[in-house]
């Protein structure tokens, strides 16, 4: 089955620079990637995603990029601010014949320091 | 407007008692996810609804753990004779239909049992 495998597990910047976070998934078959964030006592809450046919989405500070071939996508944060300090997921989705179960990495807690 | 809700939020089983834990997904939302997630941990799958079907439970950890949906709404996750290793947090999301579409999350259950 799919394994997801997330680095860094933790993730220290000063307010202002670029987060960057990797992920591999094994499963050659899966074809879409959400990333989540989690705040303290929350569930997960979506924050981009991308398909398999993209290779690249922007969504103002955040990014996400594909590599199919290499089998890793990645999430770029750029000026960050104090807010996005949280755990952050990135998961994939197996084609399963019309539903996406999702495998998730281990996540990665981002501090951002003023 | 409304999002996924779970209740309780928090619950305390003392070893071998029966719980059961309550989802009300986005109304419309035909795709139901019951995800279990570890201290430090990602979510992991238990369990998918497509309306009131269970199209896969082959992440349900053992026959103590039961889901159901029978109106295609609201869903409950069982779990009997709890055992600590069932502490954890219970997410449920929800998708507004079958196939690689968005799941939302709602703020989960943690239970601790002791």
């Known amino acids: 089955g799919e394994n997801v495998e997330q680095h860094p597990s933790t993730l220290s910047v000063q307010e202002g620079d670029s987060a960057v976070i990797k992920c591999t998934y094994s499963?050659?078959?899966?074809?879409?990637f959400p990333w989540y964030k989690q705040e303290l006592g929350k569930g997960p809450q979506l924050i981009i995603d991308i398909r398999s046919n993209v290779g690249e989405k922007k969504d103002q500070r955040i990014a996400v990029t594909l590599n199919k071939t290499a089998k890793h996508f990645s999430l770029h944060i750029t000026e960050t601010q104090p807010e996005d300090s949280a755990v952050y997921f990135c998961a994939a989705s197996p084609s399963l014949g019309g539903y996406n179960k999702l495998i998730f990495g281990a996540g990665t807690r981002l501090a951002v320091h003023p | 407007g409304a999002g996924v809700s779970q209740s309780p939020r928090y619950k305390v089983a003392k070893r071998g008692q029966d719980v059961a834990l309550r989802c009300d997904p986005i109304?419309?939302?035909?795709?139901l996810f019951w995800y279990q997630q570890a201290l430090g941990q990602g979510p992991e799958f238990l369990t998918y609804?497509?309306?009131?079907?269970?199209?896969?439970k082959s992440g349900l950890p053992s026959d103590r753990f039961f889901a159901e949906r029978p109106e295609g709404s609201v869903s409950t996750l069982k779990i009997q004779r709890t055992q600590q290793e069932d502490s954890a947090v219970y997410l449920c999301?929800?998708?507004?239909?079958?196939?690689?579409?968005?799941?939302?999350f709602g703020p989960g259950t943690r239970l601790t049992v002791t």
């Open positions: 109304s419309g939302h035909v795709s």
């Open positions: 499963d050659s078959a899966s074809n879409y």
């Open positions: 999301a929800s998708s507004p239909r079958e196939g690689l579409y968005e799941q939302y």
């Open positions: 609804f497509q309306n009131e079907a269970q199209l896969d």
